[in-house]
C-alpha cells in the first residue's frame, strides 16, 4: 500500500476531481434535499476545478437529516459533540460509507504508527462506547484509533477520575515497548495532565506516541498552545512523540493528520480549500479564512464538500520540510458564532417541504 501523501498536485487534483463529481451527481440523483439545495445554489454540478465543487455549510446536519441511502442500510449514526441543549450533527452511515472511512483512516496513520498494533491506553472513559449503533464524535472517535493498538486500557473511570493504579500497572507490563496513546486534547490537559500535577503523580509514559485531536478552544482561553502543550506533556508524563488530528464527525475517516514538523497535512482522497468569510471567494495560500473539506469518502450522505466553521491558513503544497506531498495548513479555532448562519439560512431556504 502506497502512502496517501505520495501523489503530487497534478495527479491528485485529476483524481480527487473525477471522485467528487461522481459523487455531487450521486447524491443529487439520490437525495431530494440535496439536489434542490444545490440547484437553488446555482453551483456547478460537473465542476473542473476542486473550488467548483458545490459545497454545504457543515452547520446544515444540525438542521436537517440529509442522508442518500435507504434508512434501512444506515448500520450507524454518529452525532456531533454538542453542549448540553445544543443541536448536534446526525451522520448517518451505510455498510460501504462506514467501511472506506475505516480502511482510509487506516491508510492516513500508516505513515505515523506502522503496520503493527501497539499496546494501547486511551485517556477516555469506557462508558462512552455504551451505545453501539449511535456514537458521539468522542465514541466514533475512539473506534475508529482503537483499531491501531491492542490489550485497550481506558484511563478515565466513568466519573472521569484518573485510574492510577490501572495505569501503572498497565505502564509496568508494557515497559521498554512502544506505547500508543489516543485522546482529546482538552480532555488530556483537564483529566490527565492537570489532575497528575494536582496528585503530584509521576507518570512516566515511556516510549509512547500520542494521536490527540478535538479543538483547542478551552486550552487557547488557559493560553496553551500546540508547542506549549507538546513540551509539558513531555516533562510531566514523560510522552515523547505528539500528533495532533484536524478532523469532524461530518467527514470522519477523512482526517488530516500532523507531520513531523508540525502542520496538518491533506492525503490524496482529501483536500482544503479557504474561503473568504464574508464573500466565500477561494483565498491564495497565507491568508486566513474559513476551511473548506473535501474527501471522496461520504457516499450514504452528502457530505463530500463541505464548509466548516473553522478559521484556516494554507502554508503551501508539496513542498513540506516533512517530505509528505498535498497542502498543509494550520488551524485557528472556530469563526465567531453568528458569522455563518446567513450561508446555512440561504441553503435551507431552497427546500421545500
Same mark, same amino acid.
Request: aromatic share 8%; hydrophobic share 35%.
Given at each position: 500500500m502506497t502512502s496517501p501523501f505520495q501523489l503530487a498536485k497534478e495527479e491528485k487534483t485529476t483524481q480527487l476531481l473525477e471522485k467528487l463529481n461522481a459523487l455531487t451527481k450521486w447524491h443529487m440523483e439520490h437525495n431530494l434535499e440535496y439536489r434542490a439545495m444545490i440547484e437553488k445554489s446555482g453551483a456547478t454540478i460537473e465542476a473542473k476545478t476542486l473550488e467548483e465543487v458545490p459545497y454545504l455549510p457543515v452547520q446544515l446536519f444540525k438542521l436537517m437529516d440529509l442522508?442518500?441511502?435507504?434508512? @434501512?442500510? #444506515?448500520?450507524? #449514526?454518529?452525532?456531533?459533540?454538542?453542549?448540553?441543549?445544543?443541536? #448536534?450533527?446526525?451522520?448517518?452511515?451505510? $455498510?460501504?460509507?462506514?467501511?472506506?472511512?475505516?480502511?482510509? =483512516?487506516?491508510?492516513?496513520?500508516?505513515?505515523?504508527?506502522?503496520? $503493527?498494533?501497539?499496546?494501547?491506553?486511551?485517556?477516555?472513559?469506557?462508558?462512552?462506547?455504551?451505545?453501539?449503533?449511535?456514537?458521539?464524535?468522542?465514541?466514533?472517535?475512539? =473506534?475508529?484509533?482503537?483499531?491501531?493498538?491492542r490489550k485497550h486500557f481506558y484511563a478515565l473511570n466513568d466519573d472521569m477520575t484518573l485510574d492510577v493504579e490501572g495505569l501503572q500497572n498497565f505502564l509496568e507490563e508494557f515497559k521498554g515497548q512502544r506505547i500508543l496513546l489516543f485522546g482529546f486534547t482538552f480532555m488530556i490537559w483537564q483529566f490527565v495532565y492537570k489532575e497528575s500535577i494536582k496528585q503530584g503523580l509521576k507518570i512516566d509514559f515511556g516510549d509512547s506516541i500520542l494521536i490527540h485531536g478535538g479543538g483547542w478552544k478551552k486550552l487557547k482561553d488557559e493560553a496553551v498552545d500546540?508547542? *506549549?502543550?507538546?513540551?509539558?506533556?513531555? @516533562?510531566?508524563?514523560?510522552?515523547q512523540e505528539v500528533h495532533n488530528y484536524y478532523g469532524m464527525v461530518e467527514q470522519i475517516g477523512s482526517i488530516? #493528520?500532523?507531520?513531523? %514538523?508540525? %502542520?496538518? %497535512? *491533506?492525503?490524496?482522497?482529501? /483536500?482544503?480549500?479557504?474561503? /473568504?468569510?464574508?464573500?466565500?471567494?477561494? =483565498?491564495?495560500?497565507?491568508?486566513?479564512?474559513l476551511i473548506q473539506v473535501l474527501? @471522496? =469518502?461520504? $457516499?450514504s450522505y452528502p457530505g463530500h464538500s463541505?464548509?466548516?466553521? /473553522?478559521?484556516?491558513?494554507?502554508?503551501?503544497? /508539496?513542498?513540506?520540510?516533512?517530505?509528505? $506531498?498535498?497542502?498543509?495548513?494550520?488551524v485557528a479555532g472556530r469563526i465567531p458564532k453568528a458569522e455563518l448562519r446567513g450561508c446555512s439560512d440561504t441553503f435551507q431556504g431552497g427546500v421545500k417541504a
Open positions: 442522508v442518500s441511502v435507504p434508512k @434501512e442500510q #444506515v448500520v450507524k #449514526v454518529l452525532t456531533s459533540s454538542g453542549t448540553t441543549g445544543q443541536q #448536534v450533527s446526525k451522520i448517518y452511515l451505510d $455498510k460501504e460509507t462506514s467501511i472506506a472511512q475505516t480502511k482510509t =483512516l487506516v491508510e492516513v496513520m500508516k505513515p505515523i504508527l506502522g503496520d $503493527k498494533r501497539l499496546p494501547m491506553i486511551i485517556l477516555d472513559t469506557k462508558s462512552v462506547l455504551k451505545n453501539r449503533k449511535s456514537f458521539s464524535a468522542r465514541g466514533a472517535g475512539i =473506534l475508529g484509533f482503537a483499531n491501531f493498538g500546540a508547542q *506549549t502543550f507538546n513540551r509539558l506533556l513531555k @516533562e510531566q508524563l514523560g510522552i488530516f #493528520v500532523e507531520c513531523s %514538523h508540525g %502542520h496538518l %497535512h *491533506t492525503p490524496k482522497f482529501a /483536500d482544503v480549500i479557504i474561503r /473568504d468569510p464574508i464573500t466565500f471567494e477561494p =483565498l491564495p495560500f497565507g491568508e486566513q479564512g474527501s @471522496e =469518502l461520504p $457516499k463541505l464548509l466548516t466553521e /473553522d478559521l484556516g491558513t494554507i502554508l503551501g503544497e /508539496d513542498d513540506c520540510p516533512c517530505g509528505w $506531498k498535498g497542502k498543509y495548513f494550520t
